[in-house]
């Protein structure tokens, strides 16, 4: 199966997001179900059960943090983006620590890390082929508000070709004290 951890976005600000997609002409937008915080990209995995296993004492050492949503930019860059995403204003060393721990958790069933910095973002879309963004187009300062980041999600991904499909397998709770 096909698998990502990844931190679900509360419906509440999905409505934001999915409008804040909508500026760009011919993006292929993430349905408001499919919005979340990528903590970990696994690729295909036999068994979920020993990833949860593994992933389950790092999210128990994590205390539950805020997350603020804000900056609208792009991957790779805004001459050539394939991805236009929001980013974290807020959360993001909390969300960053998270992310190390759970590399290190799944170093022994050979999920190699993919050798860049962590950045979060939310993924509002991508295009079928990259194209030129104007700056203008990507508020540094845009703000998609905030939340209480609880639980990392252990996702199963099916491709098909209307889009994915994102289908939760295991819930994980933060539970270390906070700050």
């Known amino acids: 199966m096909r698998a990502f951890l990844a931190i679900p976005i509360p419906a509440a600000l999905q409505p934001l997001?999915?409008?804040?997609?909508?500026?760009f002409a011919?993006?292929?937008?993430?349905?408001?179900?499919?919005?979340?915080?990528?903590?970990?990209?696994l690729g295909e995995i036999r068994k979920p059960v020993d990833i949860s296993e593994a992933v389950?004492?790092?999210c128990a050492r994590h205390a539950p943090f805020e997350v603020a949503l804000g900056r609208l930019g792009c991957f790779p860059s805004p001459r050539k983006a394939s991805v236009v995403w929001v980013g974290l204003t807020q959360g993001d060393l909390q969300a960053g620590a998270l992310v190390q721990g759970i590399e290190r958790a799944?170093?022994?069933?050979?999920?190699?890390d993919d050798g860049r910095p962590w950045r979060g973002h939310v993924t509002l879309g991508r295009y079928a082929k990259p194209r030129k963004l104007r700056e203008k187009d990507l508020d540094a300062d845009a703000a998609f508000g905030t939340f209480?980041?609880?639980s990392v999600v252990l996702f199963s991904s099916e491709l098909r070709p209307d889009g994915p499909v994102y289908t939760p397998i295991h819930t994980l709770p933060l539970g270390g004290v906070s700050d």
């Not at 997001?17 to 500026?23: M, R, V």
């Open 17 to 23: 997001l999915c409008a804040a997609g909508e500026n």
């Open 26 to 41: 011919d993006l292929r937008r993430a349905p408001a179900s499919n919005l979340h915080l990528t903590i970990k990209f």
């Open 56 to 58: 389950e004492p790092v």
């Open 106 to 112: 799944l170093e022994p069933f050979g999920i190699p």
């Open 148 to 150: 209480r980041a609880e």
